[in-house]
């Protein structure tokens, strides 16, 4: 059964605020969803936003975070068919399309991605995604604007950890590495308590063989998140996937 059919959840939520008086209402959810993704529990924070829409259909935020979600899942299939779902409630909203068009890009279908893209841009929303989006479906098509796309979101965000994690795993997906680790270092200057931006920046250094410097980053967002096994897995992910520096990276879990 595929994901998109189970998109509702119990709610068992081991919550990230501490006030267990909080009211859990649309606003705890969202931020419980922003609370997990920021510590790389995406399946975490997919269901937080499922939650929020239960509040609230017709919380944009919402049906957008669902998307997002699913694309760093991996789950492409998936996220196109909620971005078609939110798209129905909000046809012109520049986010979920930009969304859309990457979900599409990811899996495939190149021009369908293209088409979404350029009908975001045409919105003129003022998300960085926007561009974000746009840069991913041109790097995937290897069109030379890409570069162009990323510059105008920068430009919108300069200061938003978010764009500059988000420009580093663009960058990361479509294995420019160096620049990916630049995006990443930048991010985690902006947001050094943010563990995924820890993480993000561990990752590209391993792969361009910076490996005690990995360790360090690793480190850090074990440190920022503990017993948090999505970033546990993702470290060990690593660790198989570069063999020759097996046990070195398991050396963070030891301490």
């Not at 190149?110 to 009908?119: F, G, H, I, P, S």
């Not at 630049?182 to 200057?189: D, F």
């Not at 996937?241 to 301490?255: D, P, T």
Request: charged share 25%.
């Amino acid at each position: 059964m595929s994901r998109f059919s189970n998109l509702e959840f119990e709610d068992g939520f081991d919550s990230f605020q501490q006030d267990q008086t909080l009211l859990k209402d649309e606003a705890f959810y969202l931020k419980e969803a922003r609370l997990g993704f920021e510590n790389a529990k995406f399946e975490y924070a997919l269901r937080a936003y499922a939650k929020a829409l239960e509040f609230n259909p017709m919380s944009s935020v919402a049906w957008a975070g669902q998307v997002q979600m699913l694309i760093e899942l991996g789950e492409y299939k998936e996220a196109k068919l909620w971005a078609e779902k939110a798209l129905e409630r909000f046809p012109n909203n520049s986010e979920i399309l930009s969304l859309k068009a990457m979900a599409l890009g990811r899996y495939g279908d190149l021009d369908a991605a293209l088409a979404y893209a350029d009908a975001a841009v045409e919105e003129r929303g003022e998300s960085p995604i926007i561009w974000l989006a746009r840069a991913d479906v041109l790097m995937a098509r290897k069109e030379k604007m890409a570069e162009y796309s990323i510059e105008r979101a920068i430009v919108m965000a300069p200061e938003d950890w978010f764009a500059h994690w988000m420009v580093s795993k663009i960058y990361y997906f479509y294995k420019y590495f160096l620049k990916a680790f630049k995006s990443a270092k930048k991010a985690v200057e902006l947001a050094p308590s943010v563990p995924i931006c820890w993480l993000q920046l561990g990752v590209c250094q391993l792969e361009l063989g910076m490996i005690s410097q990995a360790h360090l980053s690793f480190q850090s967002a074990v440190e920022l998140s503990p017993s948090n096994r999505e970033i546990e897995n993702i470290i060990h992910k690593y660790d198989r996937k570069h063999s020759h520096f097996r046990g070195f990276l398991r050396k963070i879990f030891e301490r």
